[in-house]
């Protein structure tokens, strides 16, 4: 099993930056990657972003909504993941989520696939207004 506890989550005006944390524990090994999802209210669970958890893992990801904006800093000493959001639009309002991948897929797309991450962590809510 693996344990996600995400923090950092608030409520910021559009054009602020906030990061969010990710920290990992358990049997924290058998994981492959790191990603991050959000959920709007009324909404699916769409992909933000994706890294892999060993250094000489080779996959980072991004969805295209956050291309340029977001990115997913690692600390491997301190089993944490980060999601840095710069530029921050109302449209990204949502409870972001970070989860655990045990297993490789390629290409690093199939990471955006909600179905193939076995571990989830409880949300914080990020809101954005205008």
């Known amino acids: 099993q693996v344990q996600l506890v995400e923090s950092g989550g608030g409520l910021v005006q559009a054009g602020a930056s906030l990061r969010l944390s990710c920290a990992a524990s358990?049997?924290?090994?058998?994981?492959?990657?790191i990603g991050w999802f959000r959920q709007a209210p009324g909404k699916e669970r769409e992909f933000v972003t994706t890294i892999s958890w060993s250094r000489n893992g080779g996959i980072i990801y991004y969805a295209d909504s956050v291309k340029g904006r977001f990115t997913i800093p690692r600390d491997s000493a301190k089993n944490t993941v980060y999601l840095q959001m710069n530029s921050l639009k109302p449209e990204d309002t949502a409870v972001y989520y970070c989860?655990?991948?045990?297993?490789?897929?390629?290409?690093?797309?199939?990471?955006?696939?909600?179905?193939?991450?076995?571990?989830w962590g409880q949300g914080t809510q990020v809101t954005v207004s205008s």
């Open positions: 989860a655990a991948a045990r297993y490789y897929y390629d290409p690093p797309a199939y990471y955006s696939r909600t179905n193939n991450y076995d571990y």
């Open positions: 358990g049997r924290t090994f058998s994981t492959y990657c």
